[in-house]
Nanobody, 127 residues
């Protein structure tokens, strides 16, 4: 029963902030690289950010660089995505995901690598 539970999504005005959380149950996150992905209506799911299993490496796609920050607290078995300066184009369902046995200090935003996915949380940026 490996599960992620996402929380923190909601409705926010442009320029606002949200903090997404992803709590794992049934497994321990410290052996996994973690990614955040999003999917807008009519579009393919795309990678947003990832973090290596120890947290030393963090990658972001260009569209969110400087606005979003990924972090993890392995003691709490939870990962986070802090989203600032939100734009309407950030509107999507956001998913956290994990893959096992990554190379040390690496992660990827390529969705094909990920093995375990959460159910998603809706983020809507609108006036």
């Amino acid at each position: 029963q490996l599960q992620f539970v996402e929380s923190g999504g909601g409705l926010v005005q442009p320029g606002g902030s949200l903090r997404l959380s992803c709590a794992a149950s049934g497994f321990t996150l410290d052996s996994y690289a973690i990614g955040w992905f999003r999917q807008a209506p009519g579009k393919e799911r795309e990678g947003v950010s990832c973090i290596s299993k120890g947290g030393s490496t963090r990658n972001y796609v260009d569209s969110v660089t400087g606005r979003f920050t990924i972090s993890r607290d392995n003691a709490k078995n939870t990962v986070y995505l802090q989203m600032n300066s939100l734009k309407p184009e950030d509107t999507a369902v956001y998913y956290c995901a994990a893959y096992w046995r990554p190379y040390v200090n690496t992660c990827t935003v390529a969705k094909g690598r990920y093995e375990c996915w959460g159910q998603g949380t809706q983020v809507t940026v609108s006036s």
